[in-house]
T-cell receptor, first 114, second 113 residues
Framework: GNSVTQMEGPVTLSEEAFLTINCTYTATGYPSLFWYVQYPGEGLQLLLKATKADDKGSNKGFEATYRKETTSFHLEKGSVQVSDSAVYFCALRALGGATNKLIFGTGTLLAVQP | EAGVTQFPSHSVIEKGQTVTLRCDPISGHDNLYWYRRVMGKEIKFLLHFVKESKQDESGMPNNRFLAERTGGTYSTLKVQPAELEDSGVYFC???????????FGQGTRLTVV
């Protein structure tokens, strides 16, 4: 079946450090891939997405590239800020089927220290 | 435009009691989804409404959970009777058409003691 595996947290970084959060997936066909973010006290927000192989999603300085050969969608940011502290969820949406449901990973808590 | 709104934001109930969660989707969004995150694990799909019809309820854990969407507007998710393992954060999301982006609410944190 379809599944998402992402690195366990928490991830603690100093401000301006480089961030990588690993995400790999298992799916039949060619799913769409997403990163969602949940800031403290807020709901889930779509951070970025990619719908086909080699696509790069980007937003707010974050990037992730859809790698079909490694079934990965790792999230990266060159220089994190304290305001990036949040829980990050990798997710996929499989094509076909009767529903548009998302399949999420376990989430990775990022704490950025000044 | 108002986003997806969920009520209450927090609920603490005793085991065996009943709780009803409410979700108001973005106006005009026919698709409504319920998800939950239990004990810091992955966010899991519960069910999907298209207007007032249940399109997919494959994620509903058992018959203690009842979801409704009368009139195709807001939705309720009732847990009766609640068990300890039902504790978690329940998210609602809505989308305008089938394969467009789903917008999430802030979630309801349910604690069963």
């Amino acid at each position: 079946g379809n599944s998402v595996t992402q690195m366990e947290g928490p991830v603690t970084l100093s401000e301006e450090a480089f961030l990588t959060i690993n995400c790999t997936y298992t799916a039949t066909g060619y799913p769409s891939l997403f990163w969602y973010v949940q800031y403290p006290g807020e709901g889930l927000q779509l951070l970025l997405k990619a719908t086909k192989a080699d696509d790069k999603g980007s937003n707010k300085g974050f990037e992730a590239t859809y790698r079909k050969e490694t079934t990965s969608f790792h999230l990266e940011k060159g220089s994190v800020q304290v305001s990036d502290s949040a829980v990050y969820f990798c997710a996929l949406r499989a094509l076909g089927g009767a529903t548009n449901k998302l399949i999420f990973g376990t989430g990775t808590l990022l704490a950025v220290q000044p | 435009e108002a986003g997806v709104t969920q009520f209450p934001s927090h609920s603490v109930i005793e085991k065996g009691q009943t709780v009803t969660l409410r979700c108001d989707p973005i106006s005009g969004h026919d698709n409504l989804y319920w998800y939950r995150r239990v004990m810091g694990k992955e966010i899991k799909f519960l069910l999907h409404f298209v207007k007032e019809s249940k399109q997919d309820e494959s994620g509903m854990p058992n018959n203690r959970f009842l979801a409704e969407r009368t009139g195709g507007t807001y939705s309720t998710l009732k847990v009766q009777p609640a068990e300890l393992e039902d504790s978690g954060v329940y998210f609602c999301a809505s989308s305008q058409v089938f394969y467009t982006e789903a917008f999430f609410g802030q979630g309801t944190r349910l604690t069963v003691v």
